[in-house]
């Protein structure tokens, strides 16, 4: 086993650990309450790990694999890339109609209805037969009412789950796909620091769906980088460089959408924090951006 392979073994490893107990987190403790302040700086690090990672390494990689397939110098690494940008744009925005906060206005309407059914049995205590027909009434809603609050509630995580496995596995790709150990050791660093916060904010929203379906989604996720990794390496194995140039190119695409689209622009839209925000997605991508203009890769 070489010593590539090896890092990206580990790398399956330490994220399906560091996932699954990140989103475990929001799922069995009661007690659990986020740290708004320190999830947002973290996401917005992040940020700055997957740009610079997407725009030079990624990308790099894809124009380059582009060129020895084709033999031609053309820019069709970028436009693969912003192929891959559209195609999770479409996924998550279109597909899956983004991160909404449709349970809400649905809790609200219920509590409406709710306050209703008892201002109905509060005008009708003086007759009897009236009470009867409105409790056995408020019965029937009741058991209605809960299998719809189940089936509600298991929806935006169904939603979200879906969404981030189908990034996962494009960033997990990108990680199996890479043959140099620097590339290797970014992208697993950058997937790692996004995959927890993202863990913990699945798990939260979760929250109110059923047990046995929140497990089950997380389990979904927390496979969802390393399977895209194993892709990855099946890939990597083949000898034809315009699949992996392909599949470089969307992840490239992925990477950028992630940092600046689903991240930055959420992250900055709220307005407590931003100095903080800006100081950690300063952080997240200097230093890397500083290593790969200055220390020169020996490759064999």
């Known amino acids: 086993m070489n010593e590539i392979l090896a890092i990206k073994i580990i790398f399956i490893f330490v994220m399906f650990v560091s996932a699954g107990i990140a989103g475990s987190i929001p799922i069995f403790s009661k007690t659990f309450h986020k740290n708004k302040k320190l999830i947002s700086t973290g996401n917005c690090f992040a940020a700055g790990i997957f740009l610079i990672v997407g725009i030079v390494h990624l990308l790099r990689e894809s124009q380059e694999s582009f060129e020895e397939a084709l033999k031609e110098e053309m820019p069709v690494g970028f436009v693969v890339a912003l192929g891959g940008y559209t195609l999770i744009l479409f996924i998550e925005n279109i597909l899956f109609g983004g991160h909404d906060h ?88 950058a997937i790692l620091i996004h995959n927890i916060p993202a863990a913990i904010a699945l798990g939260v929203k979760l929250d109110k769906a059923s047990k046995k379906v929140s497990i089950l989604l997380m389990f979904l996720f927390v496979l969802s980088s390393p399977l895209g990794i194993a892709i990855g390496i099946s890939l990597s194995d083949l000898a034809f460089p315009i699949i992996k140039a392909i599949f470089l190119g969307i992840s490239a695409g992925t990477f950028i959408y992630i940092g600046c689209t689903e991240i930055l622009a959420e992250e900055m839209h709220d307005k407590s924090n931003k100095l ?12 890397l951006a500083m290593a790969a203009i200055f220390i020169k890769e020996h490759e064999e």
């Open 102 to 189: 449709k349970i809400s206005q649905e809790e609200k309407e219920m509590k409406k209805d709710e306050s209703g059914q008892k201002i109905v049995t509060e005008r009708n205590t003086g007759e009897n037969e009236n009470i009867v027909s409105v409790e056995r009434g408020n019965e029937n809603l009741e058991c209605s009412k809960k299998e719809l609050d189940d089936q509600c509630n298991n929806i935006p995580g169904i939603i979200l789950t879906a969404a981030l496995v189908v990034h996962s596995i494009f960033e997990g790709i990108a990680g199996g796909l890479l043959d140099t150990k620097s590339n290797v050791i970014s992208v697993g660093i």
């Open 276 to 287: 903080l925000k800006f100081s950690g997605f300063i952080v997240g991508f200097v230093p």
